[in-house]
């Protein structure tokens, strides 16, 4: 790849050591969250949303 | 994208104009793709909610199968050839080592559609018995006509041509250049070809030694089973065939689109040789509720299955953090403040980040078909398209779409012919997928089946624990409709753009990883061992099954009669016949 393209609108030059992603970690958080919340919701989907499997 | 885009670097177009010839060529014909795909989407959605039927339902089998392999064959592997060829080209610096060549592999692909399509709209025709309902997920008992098989075992060759392609490009490099390092997008290339190679041998043993002889009746029957898992070998791998491209956009044009820099190379990097591993190992998870085949290799594929989160989730991670990586560099703040300083009003930037949101919810109901006991409550239900319209439908549709408003720039020198239509337009898919595929994933649950023409009955309802079953069909006919009205803003502003003048200096440079690939072992790049293992994982995944399939039920099958899809043509254009023979008799006999 090319050498750095500094964009227009680039209001600073930010290194790989100055940058820590902290608000990635947050939305990361969030998703793992959300997956969360679905698979207890999703128990109660499955299973008690539905009558009792019988397995012969 | 102007302000942006006269940066006075040359276009791809300036330093290989040979090369943008074919990137081009290969764009517009999956453009064509979706655009037709588009129609038959609109019929279908109108029809199975009865809302509008257009056509007969016996016909809908047809509309399935174009919309089904127009989109995720031509569409998306036509995008993916083109889009490779320009990576390909791009990263490692030099035009490819023939041209002829390389219109020789994009012309096998279009003949090869041609013949398939042929095959497939053959079935609106009851005076031809050229046909081929079978859908996308072609394999027996049910039967096309030799056309389509053929078609496909032709596309599929000119793919294997289009990665010898990029190998050969590869190598010629790599000649001049022994002591470097394989460019990122280069490696993303030839490992997703690699992982490509590996999957069709399914395909291809089921179509060239199965499906094919059986069509032409050089077989009386096979074994169902079989090509069905031959099918899967190949069908789950698919997906990301279609979904590599997206990744390489997200990790090497996309940063650049936010205004920062890759967060690293090295990550990129095993996230696609962990792809090139595992995604052929799973495709028994298609299969759970097939009898034939045991428990424990379905839950052999179920684990498999899991550890694919894996490489999605680091992707989320490293594309996350290089889009933040930009917002701050664009001078955004706090925790998620920064999300005020992107780009909102780039229609490839928002395109591509509101693919990867649906992508997401894509991921969770993927867990969901994945699980091997849940997967039973959603098995065949609407809920399955749902989920492959959130992946496939928008994650890599929606994706490419809005890579389109940044790449063409760069093959024709001309700028984009809106900018505000192309942002209205992946907004309106989005907000169109959201509704059709909550409505498609709610009606799943209720039990509402897929590839259903009429899925109404006498006598039974379907029990809406919220809302209706009428409420969510207008929902899933809105979300149609504007899916559809999404795709010809997209195609026509593309169109347009070959009436806007011809610009010089609109290159688009991308920039360095903040990690680069010199942080990472140089094992990464080896090819050859990547390759090798993901062969034996798939010799371990596939073995046992395969040989206790055919050890069952032998490599001809247990004596399935074919259902040929060419049944009710054919009859219909006997029965007159025989009808006007026998008046045509009785008037003579008295």
Do not use: C
Request: charged residues 10%; hydrophobic residues 55%.
């Amino acid at each position: 790849m090319v050498p750095t393209m500094s964009g227009e609108n680039t209001v600073r030059e930010i290194g790989h050591d100055e940058f820590d992603p902290k608000g990635t970690l947050v939305l990361i958080l969030v998703y793992f969250g959300v997956l969360s919340v679905m698979w207890v919701f999703m128990y109660f989907v499955e299973f008690l949303g539905n009558d009792l499997t019988v397995l012969v | 994208m102007s302000e942006q885009l006269e940066s006075g670097a040359p276009t791809f177009l300036d330093k290989f104009p040979d090369e943008a010839a074919v990137v081009r060529a290969a764009l517009w014909s999956s453009f064509i793709a979706l655009a037709l795909g588009a129609v038959f989407g609109l019929i279908q959605a109108l029809h199975r909610t009865d809302v509008l039927r257009l056509i007969d339902s016996t016909d809908y089998y047809t509309v399935l199968t174009a919309h089904g392999v127009l989109m995720v064959v031509s569409f998306t592997i036509f995008f993916l050839v083109g889009l490779f060829t320009w990576a390909t080209v791009r990263s490692f610096d030099r035009g490819v080592e023939s041209i002829r060549y390389t219109w020789t592999w994009y012309g096998l692909m279009v003949a090869g559609t041609l013949m398939a399509v042929v095959a497939i709209l053959g079935g609106f025709v009851p005076q031809t018995d050229i046909s081929a309902d079978v859908l996308f997920t072609f394999y027996a008992p049910m039967q096309a006509h030799p056309l389509f098989y053929g078609g496909l075992a032709i596309f599929v060759i000119g793919t294997w041509l289009a990665g010898a392609d990029y190998i050969w490009t590869w190598r010629a490099w790599a000649a001049e250049n022994p002591d470097e390092r394989i460019p990122l997008q280069g490696f993303m290339v030839l490992t997703t070809m690699l992982m490509w190679y590996v999957a069709t041998i399914g395909i291809a043993i089921a179509v060239v030694a199965f499906l094919l002889p059986w069509s032409l009746g050089l077989f009386d029957q096979i074994n169902p089973l079989l090509t069905r898992t031959l099918f899967w070998f190949w069908g789950h791998p698919v997906v990301y065939f279609w979904l590599m491209p997206a990744y390489l956009l997200w990790y090497t044009v996309l940063p650049t689109i936010a205004g920062g820099r890759l967060f690293s190379d090295p990550l990129g990097r095993v996230v696609f040789v962990l792809f090139l591993l595992l995604s052929t190992p799973v495709g028994i998870h298609h299969q759970y509720v097939d009898p034939g085949i045991a428990e424990g290799f379905k839950t052999i594929a179920m684990t498999n299955t899991m550890f694919l989160l894996l490489p999605s989730l680091l992707t989320a991670f490293t594309v996350v953090a290089s889009v933040e990586h930009g917002a701050r560099q664009r001078g955004g703040t706090g925790l998620l403040g920064w999300l005020r300083a992107l780009p909102w009003r780039n229609p490839a930037f928002t395109g591509m980040m509101l693919a990867g949101l649906m992508f997401a919810a894509g991921g969770f109901s993927g867990m969901i078909n994945a699980g091997m006991n849940i997967n039973y409550l959603v098995h065949n239900t609407i809920w399955v398209p749902g989920h492959f319209h959130l992946t496939v439908g928008t994650a890599v549709a929606l994706t490419l779409m809005a890579a389109t408003y940044w790449l063409w720039p760069q093959l024709t020198n001309r700028r984009l012919y809106s900018r505000p239509i192309g942002l209205a337009q992946v907004v309106i898919w989005f907000v169109g997928m959201g509704l059709m595929s909550n409505a498609m994933h709610v009606q799943g649950l209720f039990g509402i089946p897929r590839r259903t023409a009429e899925p109404q009955y006498e006598g039974f309802d379907f029990v809406a624990s919220f809302g209706s079953v009428s409420e969510l069909n207008l929902q899933l006919a809105i979300g149609g409709t504007l899916l559809f009205i999404s795709t010809m803003l997209f195609v026509t502003n593309i169109a347009l753009s070959a009436g806007t003048p011809k610009l010089s200096g609109i290159g688009q440079p991308l920039s360095e990883p903040l990690s680069t690939v010199d942080d990472s072992p140089e094992i990464l790049d080896n090819l050859k061992l990547w390759f090798g293992i993901a062969l034996v994982l798939v010799v371990l995944a596939y073995a046992l099954p395969l040989a206790s399939i055919i050890d069952r039920g032998g490599l001809l099958g247990p004596g399935v009669d074919p259902v040929p899809m060419i049944v009710e043509p054919v009859a219909a254009t006997i029965e007159p016949t025989l009808g006007r023979l026998a008046a045509a008799v009785g008037s003579v006999v008295p």
